[in-house]
Structure formats: C-alpha cells, structure tokens
C-alpha cells in the first residue's frame, strides 16, 4: 500500500527543468538521422510511440488524468520510449543525434505525467496549486514516474558520453557535464523523500548503480565526491535497509570508478 508524502519542494523539479533546458539548449538541434545502427533504430521507434502516446494523452493537463501503463494499448508505448535495456552503455559520436532524439521523447512522455493536471492550476508550474497537482501526480502515477526518472537517469548520461566523443560538439559538452550530477542528485532525493513502496526505491537506486557503471567516468572527482555525499546522506536516512545498502553501494561505484 503506498501512502502519501509530502515531497521536498523543488527537488524534483529542479533536476526536471534543468534536464528539460539542458536538452533543448546541449542537444543536437538536428532532426534525428533515418536509422542505422541499432541505438538508432530503437530511437526512431522511441520517436513514434511518444508521437502516438501524445495523441492517446491529449487533454490530460487539464483533465489531471493520464493514460496507465496497465492499458494494453498504452503500456507497449511506453515500454518502447522507456527501453533502457537498448541505451548503449558506451555509445559514439554518431548516435549523437539519436540519443537526443530518444531523450527527448523520454522527457515528453514523462512530463505528461509529472504536469497532469496543472492547466486547472493556471500552468504555471511555480505555484502552489500546480506544486500540489505535481506531488499527487507523483503518487497517483508512481508506477510511471519511477520508470520515467531511471530512462531520464541512463538517457541523459548515454547522450553526454556520446556529445563528449564528439570533436564537434566540445562546447556542448562543456555545458552539459553539470546536469550530470544534478539530474543523479534529484533521483537520490526521491528515494528517501517520496513516500513509496520499497521495490519502488529499490529499484530507482538499482537504476543509479547502472549510471554510475557506464558513466560516472564522465565526471569530475569534485563531482563524483557531491554525488558519493549525497547518496551516503540519503542512506543514513533511508527507512528500507536495501535501499539504504544500494544507495551505498552507488558511491562505493563511484569511488572505485575514481581510484580506478
């Protein structure tokens, strides 16, 4: 049984809208290329069902009601826009445009469910009415966000990795290294601070393992460190003991990754 909790105001949020201005500021501004490789191809795909989910979801920031996951026609979309399972753990320059292309998708579906609802608060997002829509979103959609913050997580460090190997694309780069740690530090929040089931935090803090594994290179030692802080914090905190375990075991990643 999940019960509801007050969510720290703004964490969330901020690690949305800066992700959210990241990509559409870091970002190839290129319409993605016809697919290719596999990463390509499985961003085409990730394309189209975000395009068919917005058609299924229309009206929902003002009806405050979104398509579930458990509706057979919707949970296939969203299984293909959130396939983490495909984001390669060590992509290249040329998927650049594709990676981009799919994060993007990942953060429209996403936001579909985290603003469900505000229109009734006047859109905009910096008020109360539309900061308490957005925290029972977080728990009437729980089951959608989690999957949403760990495709966000791995999408976002599969597009750095990939605008870093880009000789081209260095400027970018340069800008997109902080959200990085921000976007890390928003899911380390909401494991401790959003009142949810423990598999739910369990598996949010399974998804920051993984981050760490494939991308916790791309970060500075000052940042791997905020990142270890940050996560050893949370697990002093935590109520659920695996959590607490996972979350450690996220900065020993870290760390190990640092000496290695």
């Known amino acids: 049984m999940l019960t509801k909790r007050r969510h720290p105001?703004?964490?969330?949020?901020?690690a949305l809208?800066?992700?959210?201005?990241?990509?559409?500021?870091?970002g190839s501004a290129c319409a993605p290329p016809p697919p290719?490789?596999?990463?390509?191809?499985?961003s085409a795909a990730a394309v189209t069902a975000a395009a068919q989910f917005a058609t299924l979801a229309q009206g929902s920031a003002t009806s405050?009601?979104?398509?579930?996951?458990?509706?057979?026609t919707v949970g296939p979309l969203l299984d293909t826009v959130w396939n983490t399972t495909s984001l390669p753990s060590a992509p290249n320059a040329a998927d650049e445009r594709a990676l981009f292309a799919w994060l993007t998708a990942i953060n429209q579906v996403g936001k579909t469910y985290l603003y469900a609802g505000t229109a009734q608060a006047g859109g905009d997002l910096t008020t109360p009415a539309a900061e308490a829509q957005v925290e029972r979103n977080m728990f009437t959609y729980a089951p959608e966000l989690?999957?949403?913050?760990?495709?966000?997580?791995?999408?976002?460090?599969?597009?750095?990795?990939?605008?870093?190997?880009?000789?081209q694309m260095q400027p970018q780069w340069a800008q997109m290294q902080p959200y990085l740690v921000i976007i890390a530090q928003g899911n380390i929040a909401d494991i401790v601070a959003v009142n949810e089931a423990n598999d739910w935090r369990e598996a949010r803090a399974r998804t920051l393992i993984v981050y760490a594994q494939r991308f916790g290179a791309l970060m500075t030692t000052a940042q791997q460190q905020t990142l270890e802080q940050s996560a050893q914090s949370a697990a002093q905190s935590a109520t659920d003991p695996q959590a607490?375990?996972?979350?450690?075991?996220?900065?020993?990643t870290l760390q190990a990754g640092a000496h290695a």
């Open 9 to 14: 105001k703004g964490q969330r949020g901020l």
């Open 36 to 42: 290719q490789s596999p990463v390509q191809q499985a």
């Open 64 to 72: 405050g009601v979104a398509p579930r996951a458990t509706n057979p």
């Open 244 to 252: 607490a375990a996972l979350l450690n075991q996220f900065a020993a």
């Open 146 to 167: 989690g999957r949403f913050y760990d495709a966000m997580l791995l999408g976002t460090g599969a597009d750095a990795a990939a605008t870093r190997a880009s000789p």
């Open 17 to 26: 809208r800066a992700i959210s201005v990241g990509a559409l500021l870091f």
